[in-house]
């Protein structure tokens, strides 16, 4: 069966065309941040017509979008980055590609193929957090993401870390995807410098690029040690753009994690297995899911 998996970002939107194990074709495309949803849609629709191009009409699609979902309704809530409040994109979806379409939270997604297909494959409960344009976290128990009670979970960007700090989309203030998410690393150096380049540059001795990764890496651990002394999870799985980095990252986390968690032994520490198509591989996990019920 030909399925659609889509990732919707905050810069930009992934997505790949499947039957079965074999990818048919990947694709993305910039995020439209002024008219996301008519974007979402426009891309949603582009991919299923590729799909009948290539001989293999879609059957089903999954979409997973950033910032509050509530995927019993198919309902975005809210997205900071992106601006909307109570689209519907599980009605607008299904109207538009004329098959059937779930919806899901981009990170819990992610973190349901970390589940079945990555890192977390052979642990029952773990934390998976993304970090790209934003931070966010899902908690998986019994290999299943939990959304909570409205579907707010996991948004352990909005925790504040530094008190009166950095302004964030969120109305806050000092939240942790204000210094430490991809796009707050490459605004705090400044110059449009991407985060892998600010990074790059911290390992050559720029002091202004070693200011600003050291504190994202404070940031982190500082909520991570905070989900840890919480949940007590035993893996924490660190995924998106920012997991490209490597060693780099996760050296220098486990042991400021380390030092935050006196009395305990701190989880264990790892990158996904999935690069950054986690959220692209669960959403076509949750349109399999529909065509097998």
């Known amino acids: 069966m030909t399925l659609i998996g889509l ?6 939107m992934k997505a790949a065309i499947v039957d079965g ?33 290539l001989g293999s009409p879609a059957e089903a699609a999954g979409i997973a979008l ?49 589940a079945v297909l990555g890192a977390g494959r052979d642990t029952d409960d773990f934390v998976f957090m993304a970090i790209g344009t934003g931070i966010a976290a899902a908690l998986i128990l019994n290999g299943a993401p939990y959304p909570g009670t409205l579907g ?9 870390v530094r008190p009166n700090g950095a302004d964030c989309a969120c109305g806050n203030q000092g939240c942790l995807e204000t210094y430490a998410s991809a796009s707050a690393i490459s605004r705090r150096y400044g110059g449009l410098i991407p985060a892998e380049e600010v990074i790059a540059r911290a390992a050559r001795e720029d ?7 050291s504190e994202a890496l404070d940031t982190l651990a500082d ?19 920012l997991a490209q980095a490597g060693e780099k990252l ?44």
Do not use: Y
């Open 7 to 12: 990732d919707v970002g905050g810069t930009s």
């Open 21 to 53: 194990p074999t990818v048919l074709a990947t694709e993305s495309c910039p995020t439209d941040r002024t008219d996301p949803v008519g974007g979402i849609l426009d891309f949603a629709a582009h991919l299923s017509s590729r799909a009948t191009s």
């Open 66 to 114: 950033p910032g509050i979902v509530d995927e019993s309704r198919g309902t975005a809530v809210h997205s900071a980055n992106l601006g909307w409040r109570d689209v519907p994109m599980l009605h607008l979806a299904r109207e538009r590609l004329g098959i059937p379409v779930a919806i899901g939270h981009d990170v819990r997604t992610g973190g349901l193929a970390e």
């Open 152 to 160: 707010w979970s996991g948004e352990i960007g909005h925790v504040v």
């Open 207 to 213: 002091d202004r690029a070693k200011q600003v990764w």
């Open 223 to 241: 909520g991570l040690a905070a989900t840890t002394l919480l949940l007590d999870p035993s893996l924490l799985v660190i995924g998106g753009g």
């Open 250 to 293: 996760l050296k220098p986390l486990i042991s400021r994690l380390a030092t935050r968690l006196k009395f305990r032994v701190p989880p264990r520490l790892q990158l996904t297995e999935l690069d950054d198509q986690a959220a692209v591989k669960g959403a076509t996990i949750l349109a399999a899911r529909l065509l097998d019920s």
